[in-house]
């Protein structure tokens, strides 16, 4: 209700007595027609839980890892140190998209696609890095292969069972 239309209302009630208003009806809607919402189906997926599970347990190891070498850990191999600032960073959007997976909004493939992007597009830079400058440690282009590898996985697995739940055919 809007400051006019409140003001309205108060000077009847002064003026008149109270002003009796109908209720708006309720409009009942499909929960899976919500644009944030996958079907109901989807959300019973064994696989999709697991998804959000793995993303989760991913983030915090990430966050963890890249937190002690940011705080003086040594690792045991040469630190890039862009590197270690974006798999930090990364950490916290793992941690982002497995909520929204296990909350099983749409935005979670969305989420996940462009972890693989990111991941991929650093895997490709420090790669290049490591063939011509040799300023990334081997350790850290097989890690990041690793982390691209895992949220390829993780992405098709997620499209997989959206893909199963809208056909019906969900393992619960």
Known sequence: MGLEQSAVRT??????????????????QDPSARL?????AAARSRLTRIVAVVALLFGV??????????LGA???????????V??????????????????????AVAGAGLIVLANAAMFMFIAFLYRTDDVVARTSVLAM??????????LLALLWS???????RVNT
């Not at 292969?145 to 993780?154: M, S």
């Open 36 to 40: 944030d919402v996958v079907p109901p």
């Open 74 to 84: 040594d690792p045991g191999y040469r630190v890039f140190q862009p590197l270690l």
């Open 162 to 168: 959206q893909r199963q739940a809208r056909a019906g």
């Open 11 to 28: 000077a009847a009630v002064y003026a008149h007595g109270p002003v009796v208003t109908k209720p708006e009806p309720k409009v009942l």
């Open 145 to 154: 292969a690793f982390r691209t590898g895992v949220w390829i996985v993780l």
């Open 61 to 70: 190891a990430t966050l963890l890892a890249g937190g002690r070498v940011l």
């Open 86 to 107: 974006f798999n930090t960073a990364m950490g916290i959007a793992y941690l982002g998209v497995g909520v929204l997976i296990g909350y099983r909004s749409r935005l």
